[in-house]
């Protein structure tokens, strides 16, 4: 039986740095991943005067074979990103929470379109490169490419959709809606 995901925990690397504006003290940004990490919990690793880089969680990256499209997109970016999705943090202890971790393009752009949490493209390490590429290359299958055909029906018989059957119209009922706003006033 082929299988249908695999998985791969990354441990998401944060930077704290000061803020440029007096309205934002600090800037957080995902910075880079390191797969087959262990567990944990905001683990500072590295700090040069005020910027501090934190090992803040480690998540799973999941990719399923249903989903090779999309991580070809990722990987024919330039650098060959995966997708830190983060959010606000509701705890005063921490700054940010972590949601997920993708190589999917499209699933990073549906986070993106609601506006809820911060999507961050983090550069793929080269065997996080080698290991989504041989994924992609056991399951993707091209799909082939079908052109619509219009429909050849003619529409223009029925007068649907002229006037408004609401509106009780004595005269023609194309008529402008400048002399319909001077009727109204």
């Known amino acids: 039986m082929e299988q249908r995901s695999i998985s791969m925990p990354?441990?998401?690397v944060v930077r704290?740095?000061?803020?440029?504006?007096?309205?934002?003290?600090w800037v957080w940004r995902a910075v880079a991943v390191l797969p087959a990490a262990p567990p944990a919990d905001w683990r500072e690793m590295r700090r040069e005067?005020?910027?501090?880089?934190?090992?803040?969680?480690?998540l799973p990256l999941?990719?399923?074979r249903t989903d090779t499209e999309a991580y070809r997109t990722a990987l024919s970016n330039d650098p060959p990103s995966v997708y830190v999705v983060m959010r606000p943090s509701e705890n005063?202890?921490?700054e940010l929470d972590f949601v997920t971790v993708t190589a999917s393009a499209f699933e990073a752009q549906d986070y993106q379109d609601s506006g809820?949490?911060?999507v961050e493209p983090?550069?793929?390490p080269e065997g996080l490169i080698a290991?989504?590429?041989a994924w992609i290359d056991l399951h993707h299958t091209e799909e082939k490419f079908v052109k619509r055909r219009r429909n050849r029906e003619s529409v223009d018989k029925s007068e649907d959709g002229i006037g408004d059957a609401r509106i009780r119209q004595v005269a023609d009922v194309y008529r402008s809606p400048a002399s319909r706003k001077r009727t109204l006033q």
């Not at 005067?49 to 480690?58: C, L, M, N």
């Open 122 to 124: 983090v550069p793929m």
């Open 49 to 58: 005067g005020e910027t501090v880089e934190y090992h803040a969680a480690t």
């Open 116 to 118: 809820e949490e911060i």
């Open 131 to 133: 290991w989504v590429q």
């Open 62 to 64: 999941e990719l399923y």
């Open 16 to 25: 704290k740095s000061p803020g440029v504006t007096r309205w934002a003290k």
């Open 10 to 12: 990354l441990g998401i």
């Open 92 to 94: 005063p202890d921490r």
